[in-house]
């Protein structure tokens, strides 16, 4: 099951950081909460985030639609493994296994429908 991030966002936005409500990628963001990305971009919106927290990544989990988003970003502008490795901060080992992992998703061209 997975968490109500909108609900978890707004509660702590009102408690904790009511003059952060009225700001405009915040609103736009909780929105639409439905990747991870989408969670560590309003996660760092929020909270104020230290030096050595941004440099972590081991704590890091990307769901698969995340995944694929940064497949596809690296494939259609032919993005070498190691500059998405530098500016993403994930490991040129773990970029490898996504697209072994994901190969057919990344290639994959909406179908038409001949059934008409």
Do not use: C, G
């Not at 309003?42 to 990307?62: G, V």
């Amino acid at each position: 099951m997975r968490p109500n991030y909108h609900k978890i966002y707004k509660d702590i936005i009102e408690i904790e950081y009511p003059e952060k409500q009225n700001d405009p990628k915040i609103k736009t963001l909780l929105k639409k909460l439905n990747t991870t990305d989408d969670v560590l971009k309003i996660n760092h919106l929020i909270f104020k985030q230290s030096k050595n927290s941004l440099d972590n990544q081991k704590l890091k989990i990307y769901d698969k639609k995340t995944i694929i988003k940064l497949l596809n970003y690296q494939k259609k502008h032919n993005f070498s493994t190691q500059y998405m490795a530098r500016k993403y901060k994930i490991s040129r080992t773990t970029i490898a296994k996504w697209r072994k992992k994901f190969l057919e998703e990344i290639h994959e061209k909406p179908k038409l429908n001949t059934n008409l």
